[in-house]
């Protein structure tokens, strides 16, 4: 079983303030974690990785937790306007070299001015 | 500037007809790939090929169909057995079939069956 899940479909922060998007996955075999961000309308753009060896990825105002079993989180902060955006979780398939990706359903951040 | 195009942006086809989607990159990618997306659900993978000549089937390619003629494009033909055809598709490449190589996306096509 590959799945990753975005249990929150939504949710809504103040600028500045910090958005935690979480993500699970159910197959430990999962080595590599990515995340994008999505504009309506438009194709994901890549955001920040992390390898399943580490416990935290940062770049910026991004920030990838993955310190607990089958749980990761993107940590925002300060959270802008701009944010607003769909957050896809995604993994590689556990099925040999493909580059194949397993996405999660999404969550929509709102960013409130 | 290097990218992925998809064209249309907007497609609009009546109920049993078929139609293809383009897709072509300039990013010199070996690996390219179609999803779908629906509301409320995340991106389902459709077809994927990692050289040219060469395709495999996603999670869900009943229904449609692909070519990999050449390096720069992977068109995608919806055919009138998907019974569900209306959704936004989107388009990837990456630099091989690795999974440390990012995905990049192109700006999507939104197709509508009436």
């Known amino acids: 079983d590959q799945q990753v899940k975005q249990n929150s479909p939504s949710l809504s922060v103040q600028e500045g303030r910090i958005s935690i998007l979480n993500c699970d996955y159910t197959?430990?075999?999962?080595?590599?974690f990515l995340w994008y961000k999505k504009y309506p309308a438009e194709g994901p753009t890549f955001l920040i990785s992390?390898?399943?060896?580490k416990d935290k990825n940062e770049d910026g105002r991004f920030t990838v937790l993955n310190k607990s079993a089958k749980h990761l989180s993107l940590h925002i902060v300060p959270s802008q306007p701009g944010d607003s955006a769909v957050y896809f979780c995604?993994?590689?398939?556990?099925?040999?070299?493909?580059?194949?990706?397993?996405f999660g359903q999404g969550t929509t951040l709102q960013v409130k001015p | 500037d290097g990218g992925i195009t998809q064209s249309p942006k907007y497609l609009f086809r009546k109920e049993g007809q078929n139609v293809t989607l383009s897709c072509e990159q300039n990013l010199n990618h070996d690996a390219m790939y179609w999803y779908r997306q629906d509301p409320g659900q995340g991106l389902r993978l459709i077809y994927y090929s990692q050289i040219v000549n060469d395709f495999q089937k996603g999670d869900i390619a009943e229904g449609y169909s692909v070519s990999r003629e050449k390096k720069e494009s992977f068109p995608l033909t919806v055919t009138s057995a998907q019974k569900n055809p209306t959704a936004f598709y989107l388009c990837?490449?990456?630099?091989?079939?690795?999974?440390?190589?990012?995905?990049?996306f192109g700006p999507g096509t939104r197709l509508t069956v009436l």
């Open positions: 990837a490449s990456s630099t091989s079939g690795t999974i440390y190589n990012e995905q990049f």
């Open positions: 992390i390898s399943s060896i």
């Open positions: 995604a993994a590689p398939a556990y099925s040999g070299n493909t580059g194949k990706l397993i």
């Open positions: 197959n430990s075999m999962f080595d590599y």
